[in-house]
């Protein structure tokens, strides 16, 4: 059974930084490409960072372009984010995703397997 869980969410402060990281089990980890999806209250879950396989490719939504950072560990099984800058409109709870089936990365219903979501809350 696959099993993707998040951490390192929390209160942080406008301007501060924060790093994510999902752990997984129950896949093999290195023949999958993954993602980091967010929500918030009352918005649609859109895409926030993509990593290929071989962690060679990588994509960001707009809005964390330049002020964020996705890695994997395939040894270790982990996905991380790093995301500094943060404004109030990063406040979401993110959420990691595998199991990409092809097409648009930020597309969310193209994910098979899914955490239970991180809550990010930025403080004005």
């Known amino acids: 059974q696959v099993h993707l869980v998040e951490s390192g969410g929390g209160l942080v402060q406008a301007g501060g930084s924060l790093r994510l990281s999902c752990t997984t089990s129950g896949l093999t980890f290195d023949t999958y490409s993954l993602a980091w999806f967010r929500q918030a209250p009352g918005k649609e879950r859109e895409g926030v960072s993509f990593i290929s396989v071989n962690g060679l490719l990588t994509m960001y939504a707009d809005s964390v372009k330049g002020r964020s950072t996705i890695s994997r560990d395939n040894a270790k099984k982990t996905l991380f984010l790093e995301i500094s800058s943060l404004k109030h409109e990063d406040t979401a709870v993110y959420y990691c995703?595998?199991?990409?089936?092809?097409?648009?990365?930020?597309?969310?219903?193209?994910?098979?397997?899914w955490g239970q979501g991180t809550q990010v809350t930025v403080s004005s």
């Open positions: 995703a595998a199991g990409f089936s092809g097409g648009q990365w930020y597309e969310s219903g193209l994910y098979h397997y």
